[in-house]
T-cell receptor, first 115, second 112 residues
Framework: EPEVTQTPSHQVTQMGQEVILRCVPI?????FYWYRQILGQKVEFLVS????????KSEIFDDQFSVERPDGSNFTLKIRSTKLEDSAMYFC?????????????FGNGTRLTVT | RKEVEQDPGPFNVPEGATVAFNCTYS??????FFWYRQDCRKEPKLLMS???SGNEDGRFTAQLNRASQYISLLIRDSKLSDSATYLC?????????????FGSGTQLTVLP
């Protein structure tokens, strides 16, 4: 079964550093997403991406965040200047273009630890 | 009212038991509904979509009541491997056709 893959599985960085989280969505999917989950809290939407542009973003997704699809397969989330409160699991997801009720398929996540 | 509300549990049940989880959502215009399961420190995995007529997948039965804005999941003959957190997920709740809103999850532990 095709799956969403994310790298690295764990990233440790110092406050103020830039990090890039990488994702390879399922190949025939056209909608891409980033979600995050702070330890012990619910999964929260960050951003959705379609047709090479952001389609929606949440209040969490401020100017320190950016997303990019640099080639035909990768989808990245960049955090420019990390803060302690950015420590969380970051999940990439993708869905196919079949319709609004198509489910999202999540990658195995990147655990980001900001020290 | 919270957007997607679930009883956090924990539910501790013996193997073979039947357990039911409930979920309510705040926006009657919400479009699609799902149950995901999440194992500790893992990604959410789709368990099943929830359809208006109710649907069943093996030991799992999902129901939707749009009038009451209520979703349920029933697990019959529970197995040790069912131990996980069950996430009620609503698409379109925030007005976006594709954005998912997650509940906080209900923790289930199936005991031998």
């Amino acid at each position: 079964e095709p799956e969403v893959t994310q790298t690295p599985s764990h990233q440790v960085t110092q406050m103020g550093q830039e990090v890039i989280l990488r994702c390879v969505p399922i190949s025939n999917h056209l909608y891409f997403y980033w979600y995050r989950q702070i330890l012990g809290q619910k999964v929260e939407f960050l951003v959705s991406f379609y047709n090479n542009e952001i389609s929606e973003k949440s209040e969490i997704f401020d100017d320190q965040f950016s997303v990019e699809r640099p080639d035909g397969s990768n989808f990245t989330l960049k955090i420019r200047s990390t803060k302690l409160e950015d420590s969380a699991m970051y999940f990439c997801a993708s869905s196919d273009p079949a319709g609004g009720d198509s489910p999202l398929h999540f990658g195995n996540g990147t655990r980001l630890t900001v020290t | 009212r919270k957007e997607v509300e679930q009883d956090p549990g924990p539910f501790n049940v013996p193997e073979g038991a039947t357990v039911a989880f409930n979920c309510t959502y705040s926006n009657s215009a919400s479009q699609s509904f799902f149950w995901y399961r999440q194992d500790c420190r893992k990604e959410p995995k789709l368990l099943m979509s929830v359809y208006s007529s109710g649907n069943e997948d093996g030991r799992f039965t999902a129901q939707l009541n749009r009038a009451s804005q209520y979703i349920s999941l029933l697990i019959r003959d529970s197995k040790l491997s069912d131990s996980a957190t069950y996430l009620c997920v609503v698409k379109g709740l925030s007005g976006s056709a594709r954005q998912l809103t997650f509940g906080s999850g209900t923790q289930l532990t199936v005991l031998p």
